[in-house]
């Protein structure tokens, strides 16, 4: 059975810095793309960041160059590094981890966390 565990969720405030960890097990493996996903507060969940079965990382356009996406295959632990955080960013976060290609939209075939909540203050 497939789980995600998210922690390193918090409050901070503007320009700090967080970094988020998503642990897998279940038989969630490198075949797998591994994404960030967030959603605030009266918005659609809306993609972050991920890392393909390549190790190729890819981000949205909103989080480039302020998140970064890290993967310790040992550990089967995921990463979200989040710099230069703002206010916007406050959301829950979550984990997912996509039996096939990556996509901004996963329909099926996807396993989610539980989330871990980021908020931001000014």
């Known amino acids: 059975q497939v789980q995600l565990v998210e922690s390193g969720g918090g409050s901070v405030q503007a320009g700090g810095s967080l970094r988020l960890s998503c642990a897998a097990s279940?038989?969630?493996?490198?075949?797998?793309?591994m994404m960030w996903f967030r959603q605030a507060p009266g918005k659609e969940r809306a993609g972050v960041g991920y890392?393909?079965?390549?190790?190729?990382?890819g981000y949205a356009d909103a989080v480039t160059g302020r998140f970064t996406v890290s993967k310790d295959n040992a550990k089967n632990t995921l990463y979200l590094q989040m710099n230069s955080l703002k206010p916007e960013d406050t959301a829950m976060y979550y984990c997912a981890a996509l039996k096939f290609q990556c996509t901004w939209r996963p329909l099926d075939n996807v396993y989610w966390g539980q989330g871990t909540r980021v908020t931001v203050s000014s």
């Open positions: 279940g038989g969630v493996d490198s075949t797998y793309c």
């Open positions: 890392i393909d079965r390549n190790g190729d990382p």
